[in-house]
């Protein structure tokens, strides 16, 4: 049993799951879902469609190379099975995908970086220009039916805090 | 010393079973009697090691190897790989191709010196079989036939080829690969020799149907008789072998 991946979005493809197509030429294309057949089928190319791998590796938005995608890799030439050699392995495959994972969040913490900025000061100008669609023109003018204008004074605060302390 | 055996009433060992100097691979699911003719002779010697390729019992024609190594079809699941390479002495380097041609054992045919390959590999391949097996490639057809490893096998002693290779083609042949070669039959008349017998260098397995004529010229062209009375082989060669051109 082998974990492929599917030719079109590269997710992994469980057993039981998904379509295997061999074309004339032998080269085989396996895909995990009927989605990803089906635009397969229409002759879509993955790296042009939004949701894949393969996209958001062309465009930078998942990290592209990295020396934990190379542990993955299909290896065509076996090592004689040594039990010290499996055990380190298999505590170094949880280490890996934890690397890993830790990567790709801090590539995406970059790629995210200074949107806050960007939403903050988007956020003002569309309190300054937009604020109409919330409340009506004449309800943020000063109401003319108080009596006394409203003025705004200074209260010192220390004798506060001296009630506090005592 | 050639023995004649069967596999499951099949007399097509060379599809179930690979011999070279180093191993004996024999595909599973055969009775006890299929293993027990190969222990007897080989088991001392050589490693004699049972498996599937791809969840298949045709192994002889999946996989092509001499001594040096072992090529593996892409079909090979990682279990069988690393089974074959737990089971084998670590000299024999085994290696999984990726190869359109999947059925290496009919497009590659070796000894532990020449192999002549089927005229459509990949360059990649070739030099991968270059590498692995350290053999000295030449890209040939046999009889017009460009499945050279089902039409022909030959040792490191001689060669046994398709019936209807003519003699120049056998001639220029035998310069190629340095070794005597011998236009033939095996299994009753089967054309197939590869898949008929499987050889090393010092024994030869046919199927059950092999008649003893072909057994005959088999134990001379490989060299397993180890003293013959020259003169008899020479009568029945003249009588056996009609030429073909």
Redesign the interface.
């Known amino acids: 049993m082998r974990l492929e991946k599917c030719w079109f979005c590269s997710s992994t493809i469980y057993p039981g799951h998904g379509i295997q197509f061999v074309r004339n030429d032998a080269k085989i294309f396996r895909f995990c879902r009927s989605k990803c057949h089906k635009n397969f089928k229409m002759k879509r190319n993955p790296r042009k469609v939004k949701w894949t791998k393969a996209y958001r590796r062309l465009h930078g938005k998942d990290v592209t190379q990295d020396s934990t995608f190379k542990f993955e890799r299909k290896h065509n030439r076996p090592e004689r099975y040594d039990r010290n050699v499996t055990e380190n392995t298999l505590k170094a495959i949880k280490k890996i995908d934890k690397v890993r994972v830790a990567r790709e969040a801090r590539h995406h913490a970059m790629r995210m970086k200074g949107t806050k900025a960007i939403e903050q000061r988007e956020a003002v100008k569309e309190l300054e220009q937009s604020i109409h669609m919330i409340k009506a023109p004449k309800a943020l003018q000063p109401k003319p039916s108080l009596p006394l204008p409203k003025i705004k004074v200074k209260v010192s605060q220390p004798q506060a805090k001296d009630n506090m302390q005592k | 010393m050639a023995t004649r055996i069967q596999f499951e009433n099949s007399c097509d060992v060379g599809v179930f079973s690979k011999l070279t100097n180093a191993y004996c691979l024999v595909a599973i699911g055969g009775s006890e009697s299929f293993y027990s003719a190969f222990e007897a002779e080989l088991a001392d010697v050589i490693p004699v090691v049972k498996t599937s390729i791809g969840g298949t019992r045709i192994i002889g024609r999946l996989c092509a190897g001499n001594k040096n190594g072992l090529l593996l079809p892409h079909t090979t699941?990682?279990q069988e790989?690393?089974h074959?390479?737990?089971s084998l002495p670590?000299q024999v380097?085994?290696?999984?191709?990726?190869e359109?041609l999947?059925a290496l054992g009919n497009c590659i045919a070796c000894n532990d010196h020449v192999a002549l390959t089927h005229t459509d590999l990949d360059k990649e391949t070739e030099e991968v079989i270059a590498d692995v097996l350290g053999v000295e490639i030449f890209r040939q057809t046999i009889a017009g036939n460009i499945l050279v490893g089902s039409n022909c096998t030959f040792s490191n002693r001689g060669g046994l080829v398709h019936p209807y290779t003519s003699i120049q083609e056998l001639d220029e042949l035998s310069t190629l690969l340095q070794v005597p070669l011998v236009a033939g039959t095996v299994n009753r008349g089967s054309e197939v020799i590869a898949a008929g017998m499987i050889v090393n260098d010092w024994t030869a397995f046919c199927g059950a149907d092999t008649t003893a004529t072909e057994l005959s010229v088999i134990e001379s062209v490989f060299k397993l008789r180890e003293a013959q009375p020259s003169a008899i082989v020479d009568e029945m060669r003249k009588s056996l072998i009609d030429t073909y051109v």
Request: hydrophobic share 30%; charged share 40%.
């Open positions: 699941t990682d790989l690393q074959l390479r737990n670590d380097v085994v290696q999984r191709i990726d359109r999947s």
